[in-house]
């Protein structure tokens, strides 16, 4: 089915380690996003690609790198994981940065211990 | 400081009934509006939008309303289905800046058969 697929769907790391979730979307959108989402908090947007070959920070980059690989793949690096890092995180694409249907990925449950 | 709020943590209603989700925002520039529903498990799912030249907008049992001069807009479902039972998460964005929307904490609806 057409989407957005997110590897992997579980994951937990110990304090220090890295790791790179990837996202790759067949829709030919231009537009990625990565959010995590906390109890309570909402979803706060990591890093986005309005393109291909740009990315920009969202509200909460900190600990964060991204990389947008070519127009399907857009990958979220942790270089040195934090139990502040545990979360559930999603990956989200858009036709262009102006359209506001997202469609997201079904989530990576992130655990830092 | 949140710009998209959903005071409301939690709402439980009874099938057939209708449901009233509120989401009030605090940035005047917003002019684009969004629901999005997610089940446990999920990613988000986008369900109803408006812009703010309008301030109604149907799709079948889902409606949303927008008052611009209380900041405030509602999704109403009726008649509510235990199908219905997830995460609502209300959006807000600004088509002049980043048209990035800014997502609020989420209402838990529980529909009871």
Request: contains cysteine; charged residues 15%.
């Amino acid at each position: 089915n057409a989407g957005v697929t997110q590897t992997p769907k579980f994951q937990v790391l110990k304090t220090g380690q890295s790791m790179t979730l990837q996202c790759a979307q067949d829709m030919n959108h231009n537009s990625m996003y990565w959010y995590r989402q906390d109890p309570g908090m909402g979803l706060r947007l990591i890093y986005y690609s309005a393109s291909e070959g740009t990315t920009d920070k969202g509200e909460v980059p900190n600990g964060y790198n991204v990389s947008r690989l070519n127009k399907r793949e857009f990958s979220l690096r942790l270089e040195s994981a934090a139990p502040s890092q545990t979360s559930v995180y999603f990956c989200a694409s858009s036709e262009s940065r102006g359209s506001y249907g997202y469609t997201f990925g079904s989530g990576t449950r992130l655990t830092v211990v | 400081d949140q710009q998209v709020k959903q005071n409301s943590p939690s709402l439980s209603v009874q099938e057939g009934r209708i449901s009233i989700l509120n989401c009030d925002y605090t940035n005047s520039m917003f002019d684009y509006f969004l629901w999005y529903k997610k089940y446990p498990a999920e990613g988000p799912t986008f369900l109803i939008s408006i812009s703010s030249i309008k301030d109604k907008n149907e799709d079948g049992r889902f409606t949303v309303f927008l008052n611009k001069s209380a900041k405030h807009l509602s999704l109403h479902i009726v008649p509510s289905q235990p199908g219905d039972s997830a995460v609502y998460f209300c959006a807000a964005s600004e088509s002049g800046g980043s048209y990035i929307p800014t997502f609020g904490r989420g209402t838990s609806l529980i529909v009871h058969p």
